[in-house]
C-alpha cells in the first residue's frame, strides 16, 4: 500500500492550495484518513482527519480555513487550504489506515512521503 500526495508549492499569503492524496496497492477498505503537518524545528502535529462516514477532525487553530474532503471511491483524501498564511508553511503529510486485500487484512497505518507547502508574506 502506498500514499502518494500532491498538490504542495510556493504561495503567498492569503493564497490558497488543495493537496490530494491516493491510496493505492492492495487494499480491501480504507477508515480514517488525514493530513498532518510539520513545520522546521517542530513536532508533526494534527491537521484534520476524516473517517469512512466522513466524519471530520480539525486542528481547532484551522478550523475555517482548511477543509477536509475524500472520494471513498478513489481512495483518496483532499485538504483544501484557504487565506494561507506563513506560519501555515510545513511539510504536509498524509496518513490513511487501510485493511489491506480482504475483510479479513489487518488494519494498519501508512504515511505518505510528505509535500512541501510554503506561504510567504
Known amino acids: 500500500v502506498q500514499l502518494q500526495a500532491s498538490g504542495g508549492g510556493a504561495v503567498q499569503a492569503g493564497e490558497s492550495l488543495r493537496l490530494s492524496c491516493a491510496a493505492s496497492?492492495?487494499?480491501?477498505?480504507?477508515?480514517?484518513m488525514g493530513w498532518y503537518r510539520q513545520a522546521p524545528g517542530k513536532q508533526r502535529e494534527l491537521v484534520a482527519t476524516?473517517?469512512?462516514?466522513?466524519?471530520?477532525d480539525y486542528a481547532d487553530s484551522l478550523k475555517g480555513r482548511f477543509t477536509i474532503s475524500r472520494d471513498n471511491a478513489k481512495n483518496t483524501v483532499y485538504l483544501q487550504m484557504n487565506s494561507l498564511k506563513p506560519e501555515d508553511t510545513a511539510v504536509y503529510y498524509c496518513?490513511?489506515?487501510?485493511?489491506?486485500?480482504?475483510?479479513?487484512?489487518?488494519?494498519?497505518?501508512?504515511w505518505g512521503q510528505g509535500t512541501q507547502v510554503t506561504v510567504s508574506s
Open positions: 496518513n490513511a489506515d487501510v485493511r489491506p486485500g480482504n475483510r479479513f487484512g489487518i488494519l494498519q497505518n501508512y
Open positions: 496497492g492492495n487494499i480491501f477498505s480504507v477508515l480514517n
Open positions: 476524516m473517517t469512512s462516514g466522513s466524519s471530520t
